[in-house]
Protein backbone atom coordinates (compact mmCIF):
# COMPACT_ATOMS: atom_id res chain seq x y z
CA UNK A 1 0.00 0.00 0.00
CA UNK A 2 1.59 2.77 -1.34
CA UNK A 3 1.28 6.20 1.15
CA UNK A 4 -1.03 8.08 -1.97
CA UNK A 5 -3.18 5.19 -1.56
CA UNK A 6 -3.24 5.90 2.69
CA UNK A 7 -3.66 9.54 2.30
CA UNK A 8 -6.62 9.20 -0.59
CA UNK A 9 -8.56 6.91 1.43
CA UNK A 10 -8.58 8.84 4.61
CA UNK A 11 -9.36 11.72 2.61
CA UNK A 12 -12.40 10.29 1.02
CA UNK A 13 -13.29 8.64 4.48
CA UNK A 14 -13.46 11.86 6.46
CA UNK A 15 -15.47 13.75 3.68
CA UNK A 16 -18.12 11.00 3.32
CA UNK A 17 -18.48 10.49 7.13
CA UNK A 18 -18.83 14.56 8.08
CA UNK A 19 -22.01 13.69 6.11
CA UNK A 20 -25.23 13.00 8.33
CA UNK A 21 -26.47 9.50 7.80
CA UNK A 22 -30.13 9.11 6.65
CA UNK A 23 -30.10 5.54 6.84
CA UNK A 24 -28.66 5.18 10.33
CA UNK A 25 -31.65 7.57 11.72
CA UNK A 26 -33.84 5.21 9.60
CA UNK A 27 -31.92 2.29 11.43
CA UNK A 28 -32.55 3.80 15.05
CA UNK A 29 -35.50 4.37 14.41
CA UNK A 30 -37.02 0.74 13.09
CA UNK A 31 -34.42 -0.68 15.56
CA UNK A 32 -36.71 1.00 18.33
CA UNK A 33 -40.19 0.47 16.57
CA UNK A 34 -39.36 -3.31 16.34
CA UNK A 35 -38.67 -3.75 20.40
CA UNK A 36 -42.19 -1.81 20.99
CA UNK A 37 -43.97 -4.74 18.86
CA UNK A 38 -41.86 -7.52 20.46
CA UNK A 39 -42.58 -6.03 23.92
CA UNK A 40 -46.53 -6.48 23.04
CA UNK A 41 -46.17 -10.04 21.72
CA UNK A 42 -44.34 -11.15 25.42
CA UNK A 43 -47.72 -10.16 26.75
CA UNK A 44 -49.04 -13.53 25.30
CA UNK A 45 -46.25 -16.02 25.71
CA UNK A 46 -45.99 -18.53 28.82
CA UNK A 47 -43.41 -17.05 30.62
CA UNK A 48 -44.31 -12.92 30.55
CA UNK A 49 -45.49 -12.96 33.95
CA UNK A 50 -41.97 -14.28 34.98
CA UNK A 51 -41.05 -10.95 34.16
CA UNK A 52 -44.03 -9.18 35.94
CA UNK A 53 -45.38 -8.44 32.42
CA UNK A 54 -49.14 -8.88 32.29
CA UNK A 55 -50.16 -12.07 30.55
CA UNK A 56 -52.93 -13.22 28.90
CA UNK A 57 -54.77 -16.71 29.62
CA UNK A 58 -55.04 -17.54 26.02
CA UNK A 59 -51.36 -17.45 24.02
CA UNK A 60 -49.79 -16.70 21.04
CA UNK A 61 -46.95 -18.73 20.40
CA UNK A 62 -47.09 -18.87 17.19
CA UNK A 63 -45.78 -15.77 16.17
CA UNK A 64 -42.63 -15.70 18.81
CA UNK A 65 -41.16 -18.82 17.32
CA UNK A 66 -40.91 -17.02 14.43
CA UNK A 67 -40.00 -13.58 15.98
CA UNK A 68 -36.62 -15.60 16.76
CA UNK A 69 -35.39 -14.47 13.33
CA UNK A 70 -35.65 -10.69 15.18
CA UNK A 71 -34.39 -11.33 18.51
CA UNK A 72 -30.87 -12.36 17.19
CA UNK A 73 -30.33 -9.37 15.92
CA UNK A 74 -32.59 -6.36 17.21
CA UNK A 75 -30.64 -5.31 19.96
CA UNK A 76 -27.28 -5.99 18.70
CA UNK A 77 -28.30 -3.52 15.75
CA UNK A 78 -29.00 -0.76 18.67
CA UNK A 79 -25.31 -1.34 19.99
CA UNK A 80 -24.09 -1.16 16.66
CA UNK A 81 -26.04 1.92 15.30
CA UNK A 82 -25.27 3.69 18.97
CA UNK A 83 -21.31 3.44 17.85
CA UNK A 84 -22.28 4.53 14.56
CA UNK A 85 -23.97 7.72 15.63
CA UNK A 86 -20.59 8.23 18.24
CA UNK A 87 -18.53 7.79 15.49
CA UNK A 88 -20.10 10.38 13.28
CA UNK A 89 -20.83 12.69 15.07
CA UNK A 90 -17.02 12.97 16.44
CA UNK A 91 -16.72 14.21 12.82
CA UNK A 92 -17.90 17.39 13.69
CA UNK A 93 -18.18 18.05 17.81
CA UNK A 94 -15.26 18.19 20.46
CA UNK A 95 -14.64 15.46 22.75
CA UNK A 96 -15.95 17.50 25.61
CA UNK A 97 -19.19 18.93 23.98
CA UNK A 98 -19.68 15.22 23.51
CA UNK A 99 -19.21 14.34 27.05
CA UNK A 100 -21.45 16.88 28.30
CA UNK A 101 -24.08 15.71 25.48
CA UNK A 102 -23.76 12.27 25.66
CA UNK A 103 -24.48 12.38 29.54
CA UNK A 104 -27.71 14.71 29.51
CA UNK A 105 -29.13 12.63 26.68
CA UNK A 106 -28.66 9.32 28.39
CA UNK A 107 -28.40 10.22 32.17
CA UNK A 108 -31.05 11.95 32.70
CA UNK A 109 -33.73 9.70 30.99
CA UNK A 110 -31.73 6.94 32.71
CA UNK A 111 -32.62 8.11 36.56
CA UNK A 112 -35.65 9.22 35.53
CA UNK A 113 -36.75 5.32 34.26
CA UNK A 114 -35.22 4.41 37.42
CA UNK A 115 -36.96 6.39 39.69
CA UNK A 116 -40.68 7.15 38.00
CA UNK A 117 -40.89 5.16 35.02
CA UNK A 118 -40.35 1.94 35.94
CA UNK A 119 -41.70 1.79 39.05
CA UNK A 120 -44.85 3.45 37.38
CA UNK A 121 -44.68 0.63 35.12
CA UNK A 122 -44.76 -1.94 37.66
CA UNK A 123 -47.70 -0.91 40.17
CA UNK A 124 -49.66 -2.00 36.85
CA UNK A 125 -48.20 -5.03 36.87
CA UNK A 126 -48.82 -5.14 40.89
CA UNK A 127 -52.35 -4.48 39.98
CA UNK A 128 -52.85 -6.97 36.99
CA UNK A 129 -51.86 -10.10 38.90
CA UNK A 130 -53.31 -9.11 42.67
CA UNK A 131 -49.72 -8.64 44.39
CA UNK A 132 -49.04 -5.83 47.20
CA UNK A 133 -48.52 -2.56 45.73
CA UNK A 134 -44.26 -1.55 46.80
CA UNK A 135 -41.79 0.96 44.85
CA UNK A 136 -39.69 -0.48 42.76
CA UNK A 137 -37.07 1.36 40.98
CA UNK A 138 -34.85 -0.40 37.82
CA UNK A 139 -33.98 0.33 34.83
CA UNK A 140 -36.99 -1.96 33.19
CA UNK A 141 -36.79 -1.96 29.74
CA UNK A 142 -34.32 1.19 29.67
CA UNK A 143 -31.35 -1.70 30.28
CA UNK A 144 -29.58 -1.13 27.74
CA UNK A 145 -28.73 3.14 28.65
CA UNK A 146 -26.50 1.49 31.22
CA UNK A 147 -24.41 -0.56 28.51
CA UNK A 148 -24.74 2.57 25.48
CA UNK A 149 -23.56 5.22 27.89
CA UNK A 150 -20.65 2.94 29.65
CA UNK A 151 -19.07 2.51 26.05
CA UNK A 152 -19.27 6.32 24.92
CA UNK A 153 -17.24 7.17 28.01
CA UNK A 154 -14.60 4.24 27.10
CA UNK A 155 -13.97 5.41 23.06
CA UNK A 156 -14.21 9.18 24.16
CA UNK A 157 -11.81 8.29 26.71
CA UNK A 158 -9.78 6.77 24.20
CA UNK A 159 -10.16 9.36 21.60
CA UNK A 160 -8.66 12.10 24.15
CA UNK A 161 -5.81 9.75 25.20
CA UNK A 162 -4.59 8.70 21.56
CA UNK A 163 -6.39 10.88 19.33
CA UNK A 164 -6.32 9.98 16.06
CA UNK A 165 -3.07 7.67 16.46
CA UNK A 166 -5.17 4.93 14.91
CA UNK A 167 -5.84 6.92 11.60
CA UNK A 168 -2.92 4.41 9.95
CA UNK A 169 -4.46 1.61 10.59
CA UNK A 170 -8.19 2.53 10.09
CA UNK A 171 -6.28 3.56 6.51
CA UNK A 172 -4.93 0.54 5.66
CA UNK A 173 -8.42 -1.37 7.04
CA UNK A 174 -9.98 0.91 4.31
CA UNK A 175 -7.66 0.18 1.40
CA UNK A 176 -8.83 -3.46 1.86
CA UNK A 177 -12.55 -2.98 2.17
CA UNK A 178 -12.36 -1.38 -1.22
CA UNK A 179 -10.23 -3.26 -3.18
CA UNK A 180 -12.03 -6.54 -1.40
CA UNK A 181 -15.46 -5.49 -0.26
CA UNK A 182 -15.86 -9.47 0.67
CA UNK A 183 -13.56 -9.05 3.67
CA UNK A 184 -16.04 -7.07 5.72
CA UNK A 185 -17.53 -11.19 6.01
CA UNK A 186 -14.62 -11.16 8.73
CA UNK A 187 -16.70 -9.03 10.91
CA UNK A 188 -18.59 -12.07 11.84
CA UNK A 189 -15.21 -13.64 13.67
CA UNK A 190 -15.81 -11.09 17.07
CA UNK A 191 -19.43 -11.90 17.55
CA UNK A 192 -19.17 -15.82 17.35
CA UNK A 193 -15.97 -15.15 19.31
CA UNK A 194 -18.30 -13.74 22.14
CA UNK A 195 -21.03 -16.36 21.84
CA UNK A 196 -18.11 -19.03 22.29
CA UNK A 197 -16.39 -17.86 25.01
CA UNK A 198 -19.17 -16.47 27.13
CA UNK A 199 -21.53 -19.35 25.76
CA UNK A 200 -25.10 -17.86 27.31
CA UNK A 201 -27.78 -20.26 27.80
CA UNK A 202 -30.07 -17.96 25.76
CA UNK A 203 -27.81 -16.41 22.60
CA UNK A 204 -30.85 -13.15 22.76
CA UNK A 205 -31.09 -13.18 26.51
CA UNK A 206 -29.11 -9.14 26.38
CA UNK A 207 -30.00 -8.56 29.71
CA UNK A 208 -28.03 -10.69 30.91
CA UNK A 209 -24.79 -8.39 32.39
CA UNK A 210 -22.55 -11.53 31.59
CA UNK A 211 -23.44 -12.13 28.24
CA UNK A 212 -25.29 -8.38 27.49
CA UNK A 213 -21.97 -5.96 28.37
CA UNK A 214 -19.47 -8.18 26.85
CA UNK A 215 -21.59 -8.44 23.28
CA UNK A 216 -23.11 -5.38 23.73
CA UNK A 217 -19.47 -3.49 23.57
CA UNK A 218 -18.06 -5.63 20.25
CA UNK A 219 -21.23 -4.58 18.63
CA UNK A 220 -20.79 -1.13 19.37
CA UNK A 221 -17.21 -1.69 18.42
CA UNK A 222 -17.96 -2.94 14.84
CA UNK A 223 -20.38 0.31 14.62
CA UNK A 224 -18.06 2.62 15.27
CA UNK A 225 -15.32 1.07 13.20
CA UNK A 226 -17.63 1.03 10.46
CA UNK A 227 -18.72 4.58 10.87
CA UNK A 228 -14.53 5.50 10.70
CA UNK A 229 -14.19 3.62 7.70
CA UNK A 230 -16.40 6.25 5.92
CA UNK A 231 -17.44 5.96 2.23
CA UNK A 232 -15.79 3.02 1.44
CA UNK A 233 -17.23 0.81 3.80
CA UNK A 234 -20.74 1.93 2.66
CA UNK A 235 -20.20 1.13 -0.67
CA UNK A 236 -19.01 -2.32 0.08
CA UNK A 237 -21.84 -2.99 2.21
CA UNK A 238 -24.20 -2.40 -0.70
CA UNK A 239 -22.05 -4.40 -2.87
CA UNK A 240 -22.53 -6.97 -0.65
CA UNK A 241 -26.38 -6.42 0.18
CA UNK A 242 -27.32 -9.22 -2.02
CA UNK A 243 -25.22 -11.86 -0.91
CA UNK A 244 -25.62 -11.33 2.64
CA UNK A 245 -29.54 -11.85 1.82
CA UNK A 246 -28.95 -14.46 0.18
CA UNK A 247 -26.95 -15.70 3.14
CA UNK A 248 -29.41 -15.29 5.30
CA UNK A 249 -32.44 -16.31 3.89
CA UNK A 250 -30.68 -19.51 2.95
CA UNK A 251 -29.52 -20.27 6.99
CA UNK A 252 -32.78 -19.58 8.12
CA UNK A 253 -34.20 -21.85 5.76
CA UNK A 254 -32.10 -24.97 7.06
CA UNK A 255 -32.43 -23.90 10.79
CA UNK A 256 -36.06 -23.95 10.30
CA UNK A 257 -36.01 -27.67 8.88
CA UNK A 258 -33.56 -28.74 11.30
CA UNK A 259 -30.83 -29.10 8.94
CA UNK A 260 -28.28 -26.80 11.29
CA UNK A 261 -28.46 -26.45 14.81
CA UNK A 262 -28.74 -23.15 16.50
CA UNK A 263 -25.88 -23.16 18.35
CA UNK A 264 -24.48 -19.86 19.81
CA UNK A 265 -21.73 -19.16 17.77
CA UNK A 266 -23.61 -20.33 14.73
CA UNK A 267 -26.44 -17.46 15.99
CA UNK A 268 -24.04 -15.16 16.24
CA UNK A 269 -22.35 -15.63 12.57
CA UNK A 270 -26.30 -15.06 11.50
CA UNK A 271 -26.79 -12.17 13.37
CA UNK A 272 -23.92 -10.30 11.84
CA UNK A 273 -25.42 -11.45 8.40
CA UNK A 274 -28.44 -9.95 9.25
CA UNK A 275 -26.69 -6.32 10.58
CA UNK A 276 -24.76 -6.19 7.28
CA UNK A 277 -27.75 -7.00 5.18
CA UNK A 278 -29.72 -4.74 6.79
CA UNK A 279 -27.12 -1.73 6.74
CA UNK A 280 -27.03 -2.62 2.88
CA UNK A 281 -30.41 -2.37 1.89
CA UNK A 282 -30.51 1.06 4.30
CA UNK A 283 -27.58 2.32 2.63
CA UNK A 284 -28.90 1.60 -1.35
CA UNK A 285 -32.46 2.79 -0.28
CA UNK A 286 -33.25 5.37 2.87
CA UNK A 287 -29.90 7.19 2.72
CA UNK A 288 -31.63 10.14 2.39
CA UNK A 289 -34.09 12.74 4.00
CA UNK A 290 -38.16 12.51 4.23
CA UNK A 291 -40.67 14.62 6.44
CA UNK A 292 -41.47 11.42 8.44
CA UNK A 293 -37.83 10.43 8.97
CA UNK A 294 -37.19 14.00 10.80
CA UNK A 295 -40.71 13.21 12.80
CA UNK A 296 -39.30 9.51 13.67
CA UNK A 297 -36.14 10.94 14.57
CA UNK A 298 -37.43 13.01 17.48
CA UNK A 299 -40.38 11.17 18.57
CA UNK A 300 -38.97 7.80 18.43
CA UNK A 301 -37.00 7.40 22.11
CA UNK A 302 -39.30 9.89 24.06
CA UNK A 303 -41.55 7.37 22.40
CA UNK A 304 -40.08 4.08 23.44
CA UNK A 305 -39.31 5.43 27.07
CA UNK A 306 -43.66 6.08 27.76
CA UNK A 307 -44.62 2.74 25.95
CA UNK A 308 -44.34 0.01 28.19
CA UNK A 309 -46.03 1.75 30.96
CA UNK A 310 -48.18 2.87 28.54
CA UNK A 311 -48.58 -0.77 27.37
CA UNK A 312 -48.96 -2.07 30.67
CA UNK A 313 -52.21 0.15 31.21
CA UNK A 314 -54.00 -0.99 28.53
CA UNK A 315 -52.96 -4.48 29.52
CA UNK A 316 -54.33 -3.98 32.32
CA UNK A 317 -58.07 -3.68 30.59
CA UNK A 318 -57.53 -5.28 27.17
CA UNK A 319 -56.34 -8.46 28.57
CA UNK A 320 -59.70 -8.68 30.26
CA UNK A 321 -61.71 -8.35 27.26
CA UNK A 322 -63.81 -11.30 25.69
CA UNK A 323 -61.68 -11.47 22.57
CA UNK A 324 -60.05 -13.23 20.14
CA UNK A 325 -56.29 -13.46 21.20
CA UNK A 326 -55.16 -11.94 18.04
CA UNK A 327 -57.64 -9.23 17.87
CA UNK A 328 -56.23 -8.79 21.56
CA UNK A 329 -52.55 -8.68 20.40
CA UNK A 330 -53.68 -6.09 17.41
CA UNK A 331 -55.80 -4.06 20.12
CA UNK A 332 -52.56 -3.81 22.41
CA UNK A 333 -50.15 -3.21 19.99
CA UNK A 334 -52.49 -0.66 18.62
CA UNK A 335 -53.45 1.47 21.66
CA UNK A 336 -49.72 1.25 22.63
CA UNK A 337 -48.70 3.33 19.40
CA UNK A 338 -51.13 5.47 19.16
CA UNK A 339 -50.98 6.47 23.09
CA UNK A 340 -47.54 6.59 22.89
CA UNK A 341 -47.44 8.65 19.87
CA UNK A 342 -50.25 10.99 21.45
CA UNK A 343 -48.83 11.42 24.52
CA UNK A 344 -45.32 12.55 22.55
CA UNK A 345 -46.98 15.06 20.38
CA UNK A 346 -50.01 16.58 22.96
CA UNK A 347 -47.40 16.88 25.71
CA UNK A 348 -43.53 15.34 25.95
CA UNK A 349 -42.21 17.53 23.00
CA UNK A 350 -43.93 20.72 24.43
CA UNK A 351 -42.40 20.68 27.89
CA UNK A 352 -39.81 22.95 28.32
CA UNK A 353 -36.79 21.37 30.52
CA UNK A 354 -38.74 18.97 31.62
CA UNK A 355 -37.81 17.23 27.67
CA UNK A 356 -34.46 16.50 29.13
CA UNK A 357 -36.08 14.01 31.27
CA UNK A 358 -37.07 12.31 27.51
CA UNK A 359 -33.40 12.88 25.57
CA UNK A 360 -34.67 15.44 23.90
CA UNK A 361 -33.22 19.08 23.24
CA UNK A 362 -34.60 21.68 25.59
CA UNK A 363 -36.93 24.38 24.88
CA UNK A 364 -36.13 28.15 25.52
CA UNK A 365 -39.08 30.65 26.97
CA UNK A 366 -40.59 31.64 23.63
CA UNK A 367 -40.51 28.10 22.30
CA UNK A 368 -37.58 27.45 20.24
CA UNK A 369 -35.45 24.79 20.23
CA UNK A 370 -32.15 24.76 21.88
CA UNK A 371 -29.97 22.00 21.01
CA UNK A 372 -27.50 19.67 22.95
CA UNK A 373 -25.25 17.35 21.66
CA UNK A 374 -26.62 13.90 20.22
Known amino acids: MSPEDCTRSATVGRMASAVRRHDVDWARSYALLLLISYHVLCSFQP ?115 IGERWRTSVDRINLVVRQRPYGL ?15 PGIFSFYVDPRHGYPLGFVCFSLGY ?19 TTAVVVGVFSLTGVGIVPP ?26 PSPLLSYLTGAVFPVYIVHFP ?39 RRLGWGRLLFGMPRFDRVGRFLPITA
Open 263 to 288: TNPFIAFLSTMCMLALLGHGAHRLNR
Open 310 to 348: LQFVGAFFILRLELPVVVKFLFLLASTLVTSFALYEVLL
Open 47 to 161: WAHKLAIPQNAELLEGPFKGAWVLNIWRIPFLFLVSGMSLRLAMNHRGIGELLRGRSVRILFPLLFGWAVVWPFTMYWSQGHFGRDMAYMPGPGHLWFLQNIYLYTMMYLGLARL
Open 185 to 199: YLSVIPLMAEAWIVN
Open 225 to 243: LFAWLGVDFWNAVRKLRHG
